[in-house]
């Protein structure tokens, strides 16, 4: 199960490591051990999104109502965004838990402020995962791109959302019809 959840590089170099000897109870071995650490703990990785990754999520990611309306494929501005590595530049990246792709996250700098586009693998929400997903890449911002704050958008229906953003540091700055938009002050070393 771990093994079918891996993103294929990282299944491709688990393979190489298992099969690298002919000894069948090594093997089996290295098999076993890496179940249990990937059991053991969750370890997040951010890496940049590749073009398998960026294909898959907008092409197979189906959010169920009412969150459908984060479906990648439903936006054609944004499914274009996804699917183009020029469009992506290198402002997307993937958020890695346990070697299985969790999410992406986006960055768009302007000054000190990074606003950031995200999106959790439909099958892993509403199950607790918000708050280290998040703070993954959270994490990830402030040690790569040290901003004064980070701004984000929350639909106004998603209520679980805006009730972890608002756990999380941010405040509302701005109410629309359809969305809040929110920042999180932050103080870099």
């Known amino acids: 199960m771990i093994f079918k959840d ?5 299944q491709l ?12 109870a090594t093997q089996n071995r290295r098999i076993k051990n890496l179940a249990k650490n990937f059991r053991r703990m969750d370890y997040f990785y951010i890496m940049p999104l590749p073009q398998d990754l960026a294909l898959d999520i907008a092409n197979q990611w189906r959010y169920q109502p009412p969150l459908d309306t984060y479906t990648i494929s439903a936006n ?3 499914y274009a ?3 183009s590595p020029e469009a992506r530049g290198d402002r997307f990246f993937a958020v890695i838990r346990n070697a299985a792709l969790m999410g992406y996250f986006c960055i768009d700098q302007d000054g000190e402020t990074v606003d950031i586009r995200l999106g959790m ?14 703070q993954t890449i ?6 790569h791109v040290q901003p004064a704050s980070i701004k984000l958008t929350v639909a106004t229906f998603h209520q679980a959302a805006q009730t972890l953003f ?3 540091g941010f405040t509302e ?8 938009k929110m920042e999180k002050k932050l103080v870099c070393d």
């Open 6 to 10: 891996m993103i294929p590089s990282y």
């Open 138 to 143: 959270e994490d990830y911002i402030v040690e």
């Open 166 to 168: 608002h756990a999380l």
């Open 76 to 78: 054609p501005d944004t």
């Open 173 to 180: 700055r701005e109410q629309q019809a359809e969305y809040i």
């Open 81 to 83: 965004e996804m699917i």
């Open 13 to 24: 170099g688990y393979a190489d490591y298992v099969y690298q000897t002919d000894n069948y």
């Open 121 to 134: 693998k439909p099958s892993l929400t509403g199950q607790g995962n918000g708050r280290a997903f998040y």
